[in-house]
C-alpha cells in the first residue's frame, strides 16, 4: 500500500481528511519534536479507532509534513508513491495523476 493510499483509508475510516486531522494534532501540540510516535498512535486509536499503519502515516505527516522520500516515487516497490508531495486535502479533491 502506497503512502497516499494509507492516508485515503485514514479519511475513509475518520470522515476526516488527513490536513484536518494534522491540524487537529497541532493544537493538541503533537506536532512538538518532543511528543514521540506512541503518544500520537494512543491518541488516534482512542479518538479514531486508527491501528499502528494507518496511525504510523499520520505520525509522518504530523512531525513532517506532506513531503515522502523521493525513493519511494516511481519505485517498483509495496508503498510506491506517484509524487513526493501527499495530498492532505481529501480524496475528493485530489487532482488526477
Given amino acids: 500500500m502506497s503512502f497516499q493510499a494509507y492516508l ?3 479519511e475513509d475510516k ?21 511528543v514521540k510516535a506512541g503518544t500520537i498512535l ?9 491501528g499502528r499503519g494507518h496511525g504510523m502515516a499520520l505520525v509522518h505527516v504530523i512531525k513532517n ?3 515522502i522520500d523521493s525513493k519511494h516515487v ?11 508531495t501527499l495530498w492532505l486535502d481529501g ?6 495523476p
Avoid: M
Avoid at 74 to 84: C, E, L, P, V, Y
Fill in 74 to 84: 516511481g519505485s517498483d516497490g509495496t508503498h510506491r508513491d506517484d509524487s513526493d
Fill in 8 to 10: 485515503d483509508a485514514v
Fill in 65 to 67: 509534513g506532506p513531503k
Fill in 42 to 50: 494512543e491518541w488516534l486509536k482512542a479518538d479514531y479507532g486508527l
Fill in 14 to 34: 475518520t470522515g476526516l481528511t488527513p490536513r484536518q486531522l494534522v491540524e487537529i494534532a497541532e493544537s493538541k501540540s503533537f506536532n512538538d519534536p518532543s
Fill in 91 to 96: 480524496k475528493a479533491s485530489k487532482p488526477s
